[in-house]
């Protein structure tokens, strides 16, 4: 089983930029066949942010942050980012990691609901200031 551990938020001016890591780690661990990024802001549901495959071929973006966020990898570092540009007040929330290691039933179409993900990180806090 992977283990998966978010690092990288913290409090951020309206318009900056932050790159959240999301290290996986584990004893003989499989690599997954996606991974994503989700995120629940105060008082909401946790909603998907981004997901793509672990070879970079799909990817698949929220409408709320195309253009904006960038999912990429650290093959020899088995570590996930996403990148937050030009980011809104809006994007204030706790944002978790997620992979789909398990092989039965894996998706053929990058996932982007949280029952298609059945490995979690414990989630990093970002604040971003008006």
């Known amino acids: 089983q992977v283990q998966l551990v978010e690092s990288g938020g913290g409090l951020v001016q309206a318009g900056g930029s932050l790159r959240l890591s999301c290290a996986l780690s584990?004893?003989?661990?499989?690599?997954?066949?996606?991974m994503g990024w989700f995120r629940q802001g105060p008082g909401k549901e946790r909603e998907f942010v981004v997901a793509?495959?672990?070879?970079?071929?799909?990817?698949y973006y929220a409408d709320s942050v195309k253009g904006r966020f960038i999912i990429s990898k650290d093959n020899a570092e088995n570590t996930v980012y996403l990148q937050m540009n030009s980011l809104k007040p809006e994007d204030t929330a706790v944002y978790y990691c997620?992979?789909?290691?398990?092989?039965?039933?894996?998706?053929?179409?990058?996932?982007?609901?949280?029952?298609?993900?059945?490995?979690w990180g414990q989630g990093t806090q970002v604040t971003v200031s008006a």
């Open positions: 997620a992979a789909r290691s398990l092989p039965i039933g894996v998706p053929t179409t990058t996932p982007h609901s949280e029952s298609e993900f059945d490995r």
């Open positions: 584990g004893r003989a661990f499989n690599i997954p066949y996606f």
């Open positions: 793509g495959s672990w070879s970079g071929a799909r990817t």
